[in-house]
């Protein structure tokens, strides 16, 4: 493990870095997407079949890239998916149907499924060898990048095409990478002082009865929460611009709102977990998220709306990070893998079936199942509190 607090804050800064890249890519595709809507022709239900692709690609890694990790190490494992993830994003703007699309998606999916529980494993190590619960600040990270590439691909939606803005994402992406995974792979792995290395050959863990459920109630928290991270990316534009006649750039607004209120709850994150604890800290933000959410989806002005997207960003800010990090606490890259496929799979399987319900009644009616499903978080929280805080 590295040995020194410099050699420690050189990890955390690399890691960081590919943090904020993870949301800067993915929010410039997000806010992107009504515009491929009508490059492809896809109806609302199309749509929601090709994001399926970016649903499918992401899980089926995440099921291999915890072994991926324990084998290669977690730090090779973001690098090589992090160029993977800058490569792909310049793909759907070549796509011309709903089935080209979804193919290319399946390939983003993939690689932004890894790059998640790489990085996320290597981060979780870092926070038992620091004792500190600093894992809102990566996830900060990745809002504060959804922040700017949203910020950024509002400006530009009106001046540039798809095909030039998504090809810009992935060379400033890859010039990213190269300098954040070199200084990356230099840094010795985080080891936790209560978890030995494994040998390569050696099998993987077994996680206990109690400890597997554990791993899997934090991971049906982190769906539940994320399932409103994916809703967000992938409808709140469209909501903002089919339902309430936003401009584009406006529409564009609203996950930059979404991910700054986000970026602001991580920073805070760790303070409010020192002082308040775990349980309290994803109860009140999960109690703020059902209240945001409904004004978000229901609200009758634009600017309502907005304010809604924000409340919803500030609750939900801190549930995913609190339930993956005690998931790798538990099970270590396995833990992780299991908590990121369940919560990630929320947040990629949600906006698929957000268009279904669009379709089946309207756009703000299934929006309002991203506070239905706050609320379920809440209610696992409270009723195995007594559980999850003896982890």
């Known amino acids: 493990m590295p040995g020194t607090r410099d050699d420690l804050t050189r990890l955390r800064v690399a890691l960081t870095a590919f943090f904020a890249l993870d949301g800067f890519v993915f929010a410039g595709w997000v806010v992107r997407i009504p515009a491929i809507k009508e490059q492809t022709g896809a109806s609302t239900g199309a749509l929601g079949l090709a ?28 690098v090589v998916c992090a160029v993977l993830l800058c490569l792909s994003i310049a793909l ?19 690689a932004y499924g890894g790059i ?5 494993s290597a981060a979780v190590d870092l926070v038992a060898v620091l004792r500190r619960p600093i894992m809102p600040s990566f996830h900060a990270a990745f809002s504060l990048g959804g922040m700017i590439g949203a910020g950024l691909g509002g400006l530009v939606a009106g001046s540039l095409s798809p095909t030039r803005h998504l090809l810009g994402l992935t060379v400033t992406g890859l010039l990213v990478t190269l300098v954040a995974g070199r200084a990356l792979l230099r840094c010795e792995p985080a080891v ?26 934090f991971g049906l928290i982190a769906l539940c929460t994320a399932y409103g991270e994916g809703a967000m990316a992938d409808w709140g534009a469209l909501h903002l611009r089919q339902d ?22 991580r920073l805070t994150g760790t303070t409010l977990l020192e002082r ?5 800290t994803v109860v009140a933000g999960g109690t703020l998220a059902v209240a945001g959410m409904l004004l978000g989806s229901l609200a009758p002005s634009v600017w309502a709306a907005l304010f809604g997207f924000a409340i919803t960003g500030l609750g939900l800010a801190n ?14 890259p396995s833990g992780v893998a299991t908590a990121s496929t369940l919560g990630y799979g929320g947040m990629l399987l949600g906006p698929p079936a957000i268009g ?25 929280t409270l009723l195995t509190r007594r559980t999850t805080a003896s982890s």
């Open 244 to 265: 309430l006649g936003a401009s584009p750039g406006l529409a564009a607004a609203g996950y930059t709102c979404f991910a700054l209120a986000m970026t602001v709850g």
């Open 319 to 332: 549930l995913f990070p609190v339930a993956v990090e005690r998931a790798g606490a538990l099970g270590g």
């Open 276 to 280: 308040l604890g775990r349980t309290p």
């Open 116 to 120: 998640n529980v790489a990085f996320n």
């Open 92 to 110: 759907p703007p070549l796509t011309h149907s709903a089935l080209a699309l979804g193919a290319v998606l399946l390939v983003f999916g993939s």
């Open 356 to 380: 279904f319900m669009a379709d089946w009644y309207s756009l703000p009616a299934a929006l309002t199942s991203v506070a239905v499903l706050a609320a379920v978080a809440v209610l696992i």
């Open 192 to 217: 936790p002082p209560d978890r030995a290395p494994l040998p390569e050959d050696s099998a993987p863990r077994r996680l206990d009865g109690r400890t597997r459920r554990l791993v899997l109630t």
């Open 51 to 78: 994001l399926l692709g970016v649903s499918a690609g992401a899980v089926v890694t995440m099921t291999l890239t915890g072994r991926l990790c324990r084998r290669y190490g977690s730090h090779p494992v973001t």
